[in-house]
């Protein structure tokens, strides 16, 4: 009897030794594991896009291959720290409009009257300083190139000495068709060295179809035959999107007291 608990025992001890080699080897191989719903995960994730998809150019990081700073376009990179910073660090000013329905802000600087029918044009300023500063902060390299970009259809902003003016633009494009719709939830975040790697589920859905990427996605024909015909119907929850989604890495770099993107890639 005593032979046997000491049995017993041993075998406890082995499956014990066994588990904490397994949870050892996980945090040697993807590091520490973070609570997803921190401020410091969700602000990192909040640097990859907006889910209002108007707002530059939408989830760009989300490609069908690996998205980095080098790849990303000057334009999205710009939108992105413009989106980010915060509130107290713009300022609005209104400009008295002409007979044309436009204020010209300088030789080269536009812009169109509000509801491009109002006497004035009310504009947001901000100082390249401080778009730097949030610039440096997402990519952790400072800007390095000065230029226009959309944050939606029809608002632009342009440079112009030491700040950038952002209003209604003289012209827009719509595109009008099938809206897309995104759908995306963090999986996993972990701390392993000086970087942070969040992972996450992506989805793309288009008039009834369903996408592995936001950018250059191919059909995902299994998911899509697994939809509602009436988008009211859909439900997309955490089970479908691990099912049918997509799997994201993201990592992050630390510098200082702060984390910047480094590149997004498909598992």
């Given amino acids: 009897m005593k032979k046997a608990k000491k049995k017993d025992l041993i075998t406890i001890a ?51 291959e690996e998205v980095n700073y080098d790849s990303l376009d000057n334009e999205t990179k710009l939108c992105t720290a413009y989106r980010l910073l915060d509130e107290d660090d713009k300022s609005s000013n209104d400009y008295e409009g002409n007979e044309e329905n436009t204020c010209s802000i300088s030789d080269n600087i536009v812009f169109a009257t509000n509801n491009y029918e ?23 390299k400072d800007i390095s190139e000065d230029g226009e970009f959309l944050i939606n259809y029809n608002t632009v902003c342009y440079n112009s000495g030491d ?57 995902n024909n299994n998911c899509t035959n697994e939809l509602p015909e009436n988008e009211d119907d859909y439900n997309i929850d955490y089970d479908f999107l691990k099912k049918y989604g997509t799997l994201y890495k993201h990592t992050f770099k630390q510098s200082g007291d702060t984390y910047y993107w480094v590149s997004s890639i498909p598992e």
């Avoid at 191989?29 to 995960?41: P, T």
């Avoid at 949030?134 to 990519?139: D, G, R, S």
């Avoid at 790697?197 to 250059?216: M, R, W």
């Fill in 14 to 64: 082995i499956i014990i030794v066994i588990l904490v080699i397994i949870l050892l080897a996980i945090i040697l191989f993807k590091g520490q594991k973070l609570d997803a719903n921190s401020s410091l995960v969700n602000n990192l994730y909040n640097y990859l896009g907006s889910n209002d998809l108007e707002i530059c150019n939408g989830l760009q990081v989300y490609s069908n």
């Fill in 118 to 140: 109002d006497d004035v044009c009310t504009v947001e300023e901000v100082s390249k300083d401080e778009l730097n500063n949030t610039y440096k902060q997402v990519f952790g």
């Fill in 163 to 219: 700040n950038y003016y952002c209003g209604l633009a003289e012209t827009y494009t719509k595109t009008f068709g099938a809206e897309p719709h995104t759908y995306r939830t963090i999986k996993d975040a972990y701390k392993k060295g000086d970087e942070i790697i969040i992972y996450d589920y992506f989805l793309k859905i288009v008039n009834g179809e369903c996408y592995s990427s936001y950018v250059n996605g191919t059909t």
